[in-house]
């Protein structure tokens, strides 16, 4: 059975950087691209990036993260990755990684979609504050 798991999530102030990780197991990890979405309340969850698998190597990010966050993965550990720096308060959110449905690649078509992931994580919560 297919399982996410988020860590690394807190309180940091604007400006600082935060990196959450997401342990797999029950798969083949390089076998499929990894999502990270973010949801706050009373909003739909918005996609923050897409890291196809090792063999692929195309990534996406949402325009409002581009440049300050970036994906990466540990593939003997079985874990992904996203670092987070320079944070502002409208990174605030819970932060979830899930498991493309498809397999290894994320297309630029649907990667900002929930729809296309299968399986989720819990969430970490995420607060950027002074």
């Known amino acids: 059975q297919a399982q996410l798991v988020e860590s690394g999530g807190g309180l940091v102030q604007p400006g600082g950087s935060l990196r959450l990780s997401c342990s797999t197991s029950?798969?083949?990890?390089?076998?499929?691209?990894i999502g990270w979405f973010r949801q706050v309340p009373g909003k739909e969850r918005e996609g923050v990036s897409c890291?196809?698998?090792?063999?692929?190597?195309?990534?996406w990010y949402a325009g409002s993260v581009r440049g300050r966050f970036s994906v990466s993965r540990a593939s003997a550990k079985g874990t992904a990755f996203l670092q987070m720096n320079s944070l502002k308060p409208e990174d605030t959110g819970i932060y979830y990684c899930?498991?493309?449905?498809?397999?290894?690649?994320?297309?630029?078509?649907?990667?900002?979609?929930?729809?296309?992931?299968?399986?989720w994580g819990p969430g970490t919560q995420v607060t950027v504050s002074s």
């Open positions: 899930a498991r493309v449905t498809t397999g290894r690649a994320c297309e630029r078509s649907w990667w900002s979609s929930p729809d296309h992931y299968d399986t």
């Open positions: 029950g798969f083949t990890f390089d076998d499929y691209g």
């Open positions: 890291m196809s698998s090792s063999s692929v190597g195309i990534n």
